[in-house]
């Protein structure tokens, strides 16, 4: 077995950094297989909805291999594979010249080879810990498909102190073969919290959702105590200024014209008092550049955010939005490692 392991997350000024942040996997595990050690493989005929067949243990779900191409004329899903597992030969380059000249391609391989009886797999998974910004709670495991490379995973999530990720690589086929044996869709079941809902997932199907799903299958309600007593909080914008004329001073010594504007929202429940709260935006139609990047876009045209003790009534407040956003375009252009184009020429002659 062996393990190998990098460290994710370094954290920046907008996320800092976790405590341990680490993807790993380990490998050449050896699977639990004791029958089919005991006993040997029993190989039948698998396949799926399209006309696809392969040949693969029934006990253990380990495929062939290489897994075989057969006809689904000739063979039925869960028949037993009595022909020896020898792969036919690939042809040599000597025939496949002569086949060239006369204009044709060799036939595809299609018997399947043997079903490996040491087989080995891999175990991954991802561990974060330590104030992390996901507000999730929860617990979920996955059944994969017959086509899944990861056949089983689950996930913790506790929210900031941290979560843990696990998956197989082929472990499990068992499981999957007799749970999930059909169809490319994966399955889930877990429960989770997020924002005063809780959430669920019964044997879903993981990259699909319709109308027709049975309630039980998936679904969320409200359990945050307030929703019950009050009602579910709405947002509502109030008023908004004029968007006013401004000038954004970078450090670098650029400027550029912007306009400001405040809006006045607030938030409410069916029963209870109005929360009032203000946005502030500001727009630039030319951008303000805040990285190099040939091909990505690399300047800022607005931005958004909620902004405490500033209002219409504080005197001078466009001024205090465009130092804002010279604020914002200058974190971002830390991050971004940005150079100003003179700067850059005078670099790089
Ligand atoms: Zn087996």
Redesign the pocket.
């Known amino acids: 077995m062996r393990f190998r392991s990098i460290a994710r997350n370094r954290g920046d000024d907008r996320q800092p950094a976790l405590l341990v942040s680490r993807t790993f996997w380990v490998s050449d595990v050896p699977r639990l297989?004791p029958l089919?050690r005991l006993l040997g493989?029993?190989p039948v005929v698998d396949g799926t909805d399209t006309p696809r067949r392969w040949v693969v243990?029934d006990?253990?779900g380990?495929r062939a291999n290489p897994q075989g191409n057969l006809d689904p004329e000739q063979w039925n899903i869960g028949q037993p594979y009595t022909e020896p597992l020898t792969p036919t030969q690939p042809v040599s380059s000597t025939v496949r010249d002569q086949l060239a000249r006369r204009g044709l391609k060799p036939s595809h391989s299609g018997n399947p080879g043997p079903?490996p009886t040491q087989p080995v797999g891999t175990v991954g998974g991802e561990i974060h810990i330590g104030k992390s910004k996901w507000r999730t709670v929860g617990i979920d495991f996955k059944v994969g498909n017959c086509g899944s490379e990861q056949v089983m995973a689950a996930s913790l999530r506790l929210g900031p102190l941290g979560s843990l990720y696990l998956h197989t690589e082929d472990h499990g086929r068992r499981i999957q073969r007799r749970l999930n044996p059909t169809g490319y869709q994966s399955r889930e079941t877990g429960l989770s919290y997020y924002h005063g809902r809780l959430s669920w997932k019964v044997w879903a199907k993981r990259d699909e959702r319709r109308k027709a799903d049975p309630k039980w299958m998936q679904g969320s309600i409200p359990i945050d105590p307030r929703d019950l007593l009050l009602g579910p909080a709405k947002n509502r914008q109030v008023s908004e200024t004029e968007k006013v004329p401004a000038v954004v001073r970078m450090p670098e010594g650029d400027t550029y014209d912007v306009t400001v504007h405040l809006e006045k929202w607030e938030t409410r429940r069916t029963r209870g008092r109005a929360r009032v709260y203000w946005l502030a935006q500001w727009d630039c139609a030319k951008g303000i550049p805040v990285r190099n990047h040939d091909w990505k876009g690399d300047e800022t045209f607005s931005c958004s955010w909620q902004i405490q003790g500033v209002t219409p009534d504080t005197p001078r407040w466009p001024l205090i939005l465009a130092a804002k956003a010279a604020e914002q375009c200058s974190r971002d252009r830390a991050r971004y490692d940005y150079t100003a184009p003179e700067a850059a020429g005078k670099a790089s002659p």
């Open positions: 297989i089919c493989h029993k243990c006990r253990c380990i079903i």
